[in-house]
């Protein structure tokens, strides 16, 4: 079955230290994962995808097969990056299964 | 209006009652979806709808009746439901298939759900 894996309810870190939101998935085929967030009363938006190899806002995430893992990384937190985080998996073409979610707390 | 938008914002009903949540997109897409968030669970997909023709429904009961007239509008019309579909409902829209390495979805701000 296909299946997204966040472990971590509530991450909490001080403001430039690193961080690291952990998402595991299940699925037989060839993944395709993306992270979502979903800042403060904002709407839920695509912060960035395994296929670029980009870095958003520093964040960057790498795929890795063998553990079936797409971690998110962030070298030094922001305040500003408070927020919700949705590890999801794309399957077949036309749906997203999304994890529960992770949210990060950045204190001063 | 831009991008994807939800109405009601807040709705309350009671069981009996029928009502319809809206969604509208003005990007231009050609799919659209209908999620469900609950407290503590992770977005739940209802159903997905490619050039106006659904392609998904994920074992959703009966009484959520998905409806989309054009490539622009979604609707879920909601009957005889029960206090455990309280929830917020997200509407969402893509290009393409949202499984592609492009498919971006586009989030609505969702509308929250109330079954007293």
């Known amino acids: 079955a296909q299946r997204v894996t966040q472990p971590e309810k509530l991450l909490s870190v001080f403001k430039g230290a690193p961080v690291e939101l952990k998402c595991n998935y299940s699925?037989?085929?060839?993944?395709?994962l993306f992270w979502y967030v979903q800042y403060s009363r904002q709407r839920l938006q695509l912060l960035l995808r395994?296929?670029s190899r980009e870095s958003i806002k520093g964040f960057t995430a790498d795929l890795n097969k063998g553990e079936t893992s797409f971690h998110l990384k962030k070298p030094f937190a922001q305040e500003e990056d408070s927020a919700m985080y949705y590890c999801?998996?794309?399957?077949?073409?036309?749906?997203?299964?999304f994890g529960t979610g992770t949210r990060l707390q950045v204190f001063p | 209006e831009t991008g994807v938008t939800q109405t009601p914002r807040h709705l309350v009903m009671g069981m009996t009652n029928k009502k319809s949540l809206k969604c509208e997109q003005h990007l231009g897409h050609n799919a659209m979806y209908w999620y469900k968030q609950s407290a503590k669970k992770p977005l739940e997909l209802m159903f997905v709808?490619?050039?106006?023709?659904?392609?998904e429904n994920n074992s959703v009961p009966s009484r959520f009746s998905p409806e989309c007239p054009n490539s622009s509008h979604l609707f879920l019309h909601l009957h005889t439901l029960q206090p455990e579909d309280s929830a917020l409902y997200l509407c969402a829209s893509s290009q393409e298939g949202a499984g592609g390495p492009d498919g971006e979805l586009f989030f609505g701000e969702g509308s929250r759900l109330t079954v007293l």
């Open positions: 395994h296929i």
């Open positions: 999801a998996l794309s399957v077949n073409t036309d749906k997203l299964i």
């Open positions: 709808y490619n050039f106006k023709e659904q392609t």
């Open positions: 699925y037989s085929g060839s993944p395709e």
